[in-house]
């Protein structure tokens, strides 16, 4: 017979480690991978594996760490039953009794020391340099909601997700490739960190009254929901002008390609304007942004691998 208490230890941490939410660090993997092979025509499956395991490793600690502290905080507990969405309220893990407060920080530590131990083996055996990347990966994975820092409670959540899930991981991949970091790499990670960041910005929404209550200040707490629709219009347009700047610099109109998402951010936005007090109805803008950036990283992609056909 198998054992119910190690069947809840399973489940509770595919539950904290979610990877259904992995396509968040799979899309500026694969934008800095595909930029790579562009720039190189020659590609390694090897290292964009080991390196793709890592940052799932460190991902899946992450949500550890800040399902941690949202509980001790009463963030995760605050959320009223009308209010828990698929995009509220954290993993849930200890709200649900899949994992205790003890067992999502035994998680975190053996998740993280393991993607951070992944990481010394791709410094040591394929690049020094990605040593400060990693560290920043780490840093910014244990910070985010952990004391003294809380990122995430201070109102650098999102600069923080737009920074790691843009720059870092794009430009990151990039340099296990390719030993070098190009202009035309960075530039492309931008729009990235703009449209994940909107991700968050949109989902603090179901999660408002709960953070507000115990602390959490994050953006949306800070600026009221009205006013912070504003700023999730204005994250949609710079990842745009982004976009078209990058186009202009790399001389490759394939660059202006996610401009096929408009329609689905400009249809988020709308529904935020109106039904920004209104969680059931908001969800649809919730669901729009996460499409509007798998589109993006889907023709983001395109874009790098499309002048091969033309050399």
Do not use: C
């Not at 990605?130 to 004391?147: H, K, M, Q, R």
């Amino acid at each position: 017979m198998s054992d119910p208490r190690t069947g809840r230890l399973w489940n509770g941490f595919w539950q904290i480690a979610d990877p259904k939410i992995w396509i968040a660090s799979t899309i500026p993997m694969a934008v800095g991978g595909a930029i790579a092979y562009a720039h190189l025509e020659s590609f390694s499956w090897w290292w964009f594996f080991v390196g793709a395991v890592a940052i799932y490793l460190l991902e899946i600690g992450k949500n550890a760490v800040n399902e941690y502290i949202d509980y001790l905080s009463g963030v995760d507990r605050f959320v009223s039953a009308d209010k828990r969405t698929p995009f509220s309220g954290g993993k849930k893990t200890i709200i649900d009794g899949k994992l205790s407060l003890a067992e999502n920080l035994v998680i975190a530590i053996i998740t993280i020391s393991a993607g951070s131990l992944i990481g010394f083996y791709v410094v040591l055996a394929r690049d020094f340099n990605v040593i400060w990347f990693g560290l920043a990966g780490v840093f910014f994975a244990v910070f985010y909601s952990l004391p003294p820092l809380k990122f995430s409670y201070r109102g650098f959540g999102e600069a923080v997700v737009g920074f790691t899930f843009g720059p870092l991981i794009t430009t990151g991949t990039y340099l296990v490739q390719t030993h070098t970091i190009s202009p035309e790499v960075v530039l492309a990670s931008i729009p990235l960190g703009f449209i994940i960041a909107n991700v968050l910005w949109i989902n603090q929404y179901p999660d408002y009254e709960a953070d507000l209550k115990g602390g959490k200040m994050n953006g949306v707490v800070r600026l009221g929901k009205e006013k912070a629709v504003s700023i999730y219009a204005l994250l949609f347009g710079l990842a745009y002008i982004s976009l078209v700047l990058l186009a202009v610099f790399s001389l490759n109109v394939f660059w202006l390609l996610p401009l096929a998402s408009l329609p689905l951010s400009y249809r988020a936005i709308i529904v935020a304007r109106r039904h920004f007090n209104d969680i059931p109805r908001l969800i649809e803008a919730n669901v729009k942004t996460i499409q509007v950036y798998q589109l993006t990283g889907l023709t983001m992609v395109a874009a790098a691998l499309l002048p091969l056909l033309f050399k």
